[in-house]
Every structure is written in C-alpha cells, then in structure tokens.
C-alpha cells in the first residue's frame, strides 16, 4: 500500500510518518502532484498558521489538487481546518471540501486548547473499536461549529466538531499520532478503509 503524506511545510510531519512505520507501513512525505494522485491513502497533517499555510499549497498547485483526490485521504489539525470553506484565522478561503466555516474560541476560554480532552458521538468506520469520550490529543485555538459533516465531537466551553467526514475525506482535530493507542487505531483504520 502506497502512503503519501502531503509535504507542504506545515509541521509535525515526522510524527505522523513515525506513527505509520509503527503500524507495519511505510508512508512517503511527497509534494509531487503525481505520486500524490496515485497514493492509496493521502495524509495532508497541519501544525502552523492557516494563511501561510494555503500560499504553500496555492504556491504548490496542491490547493487545486487535494479537492480532486478520490482515495481516502485523512486531514489532521491545520489539515483539516484547510479543508473547510474558510477560516477565521488569517482571514483564509479554504479548499471548500467540507461545507463549514473554521471559528476562533472565544475570549472566556483559554486558547489555544492544549492537551487531552474526549471525543464522543463518534459515527464513522475511522472509530471502529474506538470507545465514546476516548482521550485524544488536541492543540488549537480555531474550531469547526456544529454541522451535518460532523463524525466525532468534543466540548470544550461549548462542543464543537473533532472529526469530519464527506464522501472519501475525514479529518480530525485532533493528533492521532499523538494520541496514545486509541489515536494509532485510528490511524489504522484510516489505512485500512
């Protein structure tokens, strides 16, 4: 199984990679529109500001190239943010993946959120043998609202959305590759959809 996880400057890529070697596979970073097309999962990770972000991608053509992937491909944190109409941060035009917006916390909760908190409603083969309100690993200070999307939520203040799922993309708020056990599994149920 080929693994790509899309190189576009955006932090935290060599966790990721680790994670997967782990699990028995081998994963690519890669920037290049071809080995990413013909990857089996796309992984497009996300540590860092959204803005700068999406000129690295436009800089790349991978913005006009991840919105056309048909594998599953699995977007974490900033990754995922980026798959979204817009956000707040940087005041960004997303990939328009999924039909949601990306909000900043507001001023009565500390933000960013750093560290462990629970995910539940969890409604999506990627949290298979997952239990509701498992620990994950999360650091952000921008959220996803409410929406139908939604695969997995978490409250912080208010609960917001901690997992997306449209069609062959999912993406998480959270760091599986930080997560401990539960985070690796769903890693591997990621690369084994």
Same mark, same amino acid.
Request: net charge neutral; charged share 20%.
């Given at each position: 199984?080929?693994? !790509?996880?899309?190189?576009?400057? &955006? +932090? ?6 680790? &994670?997967?070697?782990?699990? +028995? ?12 097309? #013909? ?7 996300? !540590?860092?500001?959204?803005?700068? &972000? ?31 109409? $817009? ?23 500390? !933000? ?16 298979? +043998? ?6 994950? $690993? ?5 959220? !996803?609202?409410? #929406?139908?999307? &939604? ?43």
């Amino acid at each position: 199984m080929k693994v !790509v996880i899309i190189n576009y400057g &955006a +932090g935290n890529i060599q966790s990721i990679k680790f &994670a997967i070697k782990r699990l +028995g596979f081998d994963a690519i970073l890669s920037d290049n529109v071809d080995e990413i097309k #013909n990857a089996d999962k796309v992984i497009f990770p996300g !540590v860092g500001e959204a803005s700068s &972000a999406m000129k690295k991608l436009k800089s790349t053509g991978l913005d006009t190239l991840i919105p056309t992937l048909e594998q599953p491909v699995l977007g974490i944190c900033l990754g995922m943010q980026l798959m979204c109409n $817009y956000c707040e941060e940087g005041d960004t035009k997303g990939l328009g993946i999924f039909d949601c917006d990306v909000v900043k916390f507001n001023n009565n909760l500390k !933000v960013p959120q750093i560290g462990w908190n629970q995910i539940e409603n969890l409604k999506s083969r990627l949290f298979q +043998g997952i239990k509701e309100k498992e620990h994950m $690993y999360l650091v952000h200070s921008f959220y !996803v609202p409410l #929406n139908n999307e &939604a695969i997995a939520t978490t409250n912080y203040g208010i609960t917001y959305v901690s997992a997306l799922k449209r069609n062959n993309f999912y993406g998480t708020q959270f760091h599986p590759e930080k997560s401990s056990q539960a985070g690796a599994h769903i890693l591997k149920n990621f690369l084994e959809l």
